[in-house]
């Protein structure tokens, strides 16, 4: 079996190791209380998922460019649009998502499935 069948941090308290182990060897995985965000919950990805229908097909175009990792520039080639311009449009879409960084805009899109679609 390969792969990770539990994850915990090293500030994890001490009396929940033995749990966690036992946990694991019952096949039954395990993940340390506190490590699973709330943009995981389903009614944040409701929330997420309103505001990005709401976007304008440009403003959705360039959200996914940006969650796949393209950088403003490439962006910029793709679509035929001035660097400052698809700036412009990125803090947009992150104020309206109220993230302050693509890798975050990206957890948003990985959680709602859009970059499959």
Do not use: W
Not at 107 to 115: D, E, K, P, S, T
């Amino acid at each position: 079996m390969c792969g990770a069948q539990g994850y915990i941090t090293k500030n994890m308290a001490p009396n929940l190791l033995l749990p966690a182990i036992e946990s694991i060897m019952q096949g039954k995985g395990y993940t340390e209380p506190g490590l699973l965000k709330p943009a995981d919950e389903p009614s944040a990805n409701a929330q997420y998922q309103a505001l990005i229908n709401a976007f304008s097909p440009r403003e959705f175009d360039i959200f996914r460019l940006l969650a796949q990792g393209l950088t403003v520039s490439k962006i910029s080639d793709h679509l035929c649009l001035g660097n400052k311009t698809i700036a412009n449009y990125a803090t947009q879409i992150k104020k309206k998502l109220q993230v302050q960084t693509t890798t975050e805009l990206a957890h948003i899109a990985v959680n709602l499935n859009i970059l499959n679609q």
